[in-house]
């Protein structure tokens, strides 16, 4: 079992920045890509951005160039720094685990809302 830990959402205007953390605690892989991904009101969940512990990064295309990714392998923890936020970025993010044999876990969710 492995169990994710996410902080950090909240309340902010268009344009702010908000970062999110999330901390990995059990039996943590040492092969893993960790990410973020969020759902909107109505929405289905879509994939925001993941990093494996080789460093390899993935974004959404909505997300390139405003959020960064990164994470601490020692501490496993992933980070996800979001600026220029749009009021469609509100959703509440969830942290996501995935190991090499394709066990999966997620978070509790964390809510972002950005107002206009």
């Known amino acids: 079992q492995v169990r994710l830990v996410e902080s950090g959402g909240g309340l902010v205007q268009t344009g702010g920045s908000l970062r999110l953390s999330c901390a990995a605690s059990g039996s943590v892989s040492s092969r893993r890509v960790m990410g973020w991904y969020r759902q909107a009101p109505g929405k289905e969940r879509v994939l925001v951005a993941t990093?494996?512990?080789?460093?390899?990064?993935d974004y959404a295309e909505s997300v390139k160039g405003r959020f960064t990714i990164s994470g601490d392998n020692a501490k496993g923890t992933v980070n996800l720094q979001m600026n220029s936020l749009q009021p469609e970025d509100t959703a509440v993010y969830y942290c996501?685990?995935?190991?090499?044999?394709?066990?999966?876990?997620w978070g509790q969710g964390t809510l972002v809302t950005v107002s206009s």
């Open positions: 996501h685990y995935r190991d090499f044999r394709y066990v999966t876990f």
């Open positions: 990093i494996t512990t080789g460093g390899s990064t």
